[in-house]
């Protein structure tokens, strides 16, 4: 394997696995657990989530740009093509429409205006378990795919036909 496919390869697994520990880390350890800390009100915790989920969002963006132009340079299957797909629309999806939705929300909070309910947060919560499984999956099909093209394309040619 040339380095800059290794390089390549490399890249691109770092960044599905950083990106799964992130989202796993904040969104389903430190969102919920900053609740139950001591001293922490719902104004300091939403204060506190906001600029957490601002930064986790820049920094899902650029893992997610390292991940997508890792793919297309190293010619990926289509099928992690399709999940890198996934990942970057629900990025997308929570980027320009569910984070500033509630970061909306947030602010009216922290005014002192009781928003009315919805279900903003459910579907957030939804979309980062599947964020986070297809991060997983697509994850571990890029390190198999990776070993394989390592071991060279006859061996990656083989181990990709069906079996009889």
Do not use: C
């Not at 919920?32 to 001591?38: D, G, H, I």
């Not at 320009?96 to 005014?111: E, I, K, M, Q, S």
Request: charged residues 10%; proline residues 6%; aromatic residues 6%.
């Amino acid at each position: 394997m040339s380095r800059s496919l290794a390089l390549g390869s490399l890249l691109l697994v770092l960044a599905l696995f950083v990106w799964a520990g992130l989202v796993a880390g904040i969104s389903f350890l430190e969102a919920p657990l900053k609740f139950t800390a001591p001293h922490i009100t719902v104004p300091l915790g939403l204060g506190i989530g906001r600029i957490v989920f601002a930064v986790l969002n820049k920094a899902e963006l650029l893992l997610a740009t390292v991940a997508v132009a890792s793919a297309v340079y190293l010619r990926v299957p289509a099928r992690m093509g399709v999940a890198l797909g996934l990942l970057a629309g629900i990025l997308l999806l929570q980027t320009f429409w569910l984070l500033p939705a509630l970061d909306v929300r947030a602010l009216a909070l922290l005014a002192g205006h009781p928003a009315p309910p919805n279900s903003l947060h459910t579907v957030y919560i939804g979309l980062e378990v599947v964020k986070l499984l297809a991060l997983l999956l697509t994850g571990s099909w890029a390190h198999r795919w990776a070993l394989q093209v390592a071991r060279g394309p006859e061996v990656a040619a083989r181990q990709a036909q069906p079996v009889a």
